[in-house]
């Protein structure tokens, strides 16, 4: 069984559009969680980190489900820029594949 | 805003030479990793640095790769005799503790 597992999408939305993201997660002792976008051939950036009590950064929203053992992400408003590969990192040492969004106009 | 730097940013060798792949961690982190991601795949992670040993590493990690922290600021990784799988995007990445990665730009290694 993978450590994560993330839906590779592709995810083509039009602007304005909200839409989610989910990853889950196969070791119930992981600690850390965190999203990263990844544009094309580039390094992965930190988008935001997860907490248990959810958290929100501008028109990104961020949960973790321990019991379910899942992540997700929520783009609000999506604008073109939002296009990328969104990752799922637990622990540092896992990834998932990456979800790719591409928003149109 | 401080930024992980690695080099080179590409990197073409023969199979089974030597490469040795540079990284400037952020300088007030003492965690430090190496990942690779081979064209159209994911991120894996290879190993993790603390306190000048190795804390953790992953089955790609075999003998044929070693890490070094030789001084103060750089963090190497050197693969010793390259095959053409070990063609890859690697990446190193520093943080503090209890905060997450910042990764580098990358060194892209085409084994040829």
């Known amino acids: 069984r993978k450590e994560v597992e993330q839906d590779p999408g592709p995810f083509n939305v039009p602007e304005g559009a909200t839409v989610a993201f989910n990853c889950t997660y196969s070791?119930?002792?992981?600690?850390?969680f965190f999203w990263y976008r990844q544009d094309c051939r580039k390094e992965p950036k930190l988008l935001m980190s997860?907490?248990?009590s959810g958290n929100e950064d501008g028109r990104f929203t961020a949960q973790l489900n321990r019991a379910s053992q899942y992540i997700s992400l929520l783009i609000r408003d999506s604008k073109l820029s939002d296009s990328a590969t969104y990752l799922c990192v637990v622990n540092q040492f896992y990834f998932g594949t990456g979800t790719s969004l591409t928003v149109i106009p | 805003e401080p930024e992980v730097t690695q080099t080179p940013s590409h990197q073409v060798t023969q199979m089974g030479q030597e490469v040795i792949l540079r990284c400037v961690p952020i300088?007030?982190?003492?965690?430090f990793y190496w990942y690779r991601q081979i064209l159209g795949q994911k991120v894996e992670f290879l190993v993790s640095?603390?306190?000048?040993?190795?804390?953790?590493k992953s089955e790609i990690f075999d003998d044929q790769f070693s890490v070094e922290r030789p001084d103060g600021s750089n963090f190497t990784l050197k693969i010793r005799s390259t095959k053409l799988e070990d063609s890859a995007m690697y990446f190193c990445?520093?943080?503090?503790?209890?905060?997450?990665?910042?990764f580098g730009n990358g060194t892209r290694l085409t084994v040829t």
């Open positions: 640095f603390y306190n000048n040993e190795i804390s953790e």
């Open positions: 300088s007030n982190h003492l965690y």
């Open positions: 997860v907490y248990s």
């Open positions: 990445a520093s943080r503090r503790a209890g905060l997450p990665l910042h």
């Open positions: 070791n119930s002792a992981s600690q850390s």
